[in-house]
């Protein structure tokens, strides 16, 4: 029977150590399962990082692949959640040509309905900010295209669990032994 493949977020708490996200990044080489979307920044625990890692996979494969990141000695801890499970984020920047602020009125709709914030503006260009959900930026995305993009950039998913996570708890232990 073929599993169903889903999107997952996947979370690894780690020491941060130099070479990490290349063993990490192997792991689904190795597995020829794309990362849709990847986050290192700090965590809520002082000197430990957050990796956030977006899949599209089955649930029997990330568990694999979190076992396998898991074995890496930096790591303290992986957990996997569905888009269900968090709560989840992305943002991007829309860099367009000033005239169009003031040409076209239908940008100035596309800013408003989109609920982006202009961040700049230039005699050349202005910036737009987005911040939401992968749909809603990509329809953006799609709403300005027509009128053309100088620049586009997004970053990778930022989630949060709806449950309470055990990592504290967790660290506490693993600082203990």
Do not use: C
């Not at 996979?57 to 801890?77: A, L, P, S, Y």
């Amino acid at each position: 029977m073929q599993m169903e493949k889903k999107w997952f977020t996947i979370s690894v708490y780690s020491e941060n150590n130099i070479g990490l996200l290349n063993r990490i990044s192997d792991i689904f080489l190795k597995r020829h399962i794309n990362i849709e979307s990847l986050n290192v920044s700090k965590s809520e625990i002082e000197h430990v990082s957050k990796f956030t890692i977006v899949v599209n996979t089955t649930e029997t494969w990330t568990q694999k692949i979190v076992g396998q990141i898991e074995k890496q000695i930096e790591v303290i801890k992986a957990f996997y959640h569905t888009d269900e499970e968090t709560i989840y984020q992305e943002s991007a920047l829309f860099k367009i040509a000033s005239h169009l602020l003031f040409d076209e009125p239908q940008i100035q709709n596309i800013i408003a309905e989109s609920k982006s914030k202009i961040v700049t503006v230039s005699r050349e260009y202005f910036v737009l900010a987005k911040t939401g959900r992968k749909h809603e930026i990509d329809q953006m995305h799609e709403n300005l295209e027509p009128y053309g993009i100088m620049q586009f950039v997004r970053s990778g998913r930022i989630s949060v669990t709806k449950a309470e996570m055990p990592i504290t708890t967790i660290l506490n232990e693993f600082y203990q032994t």
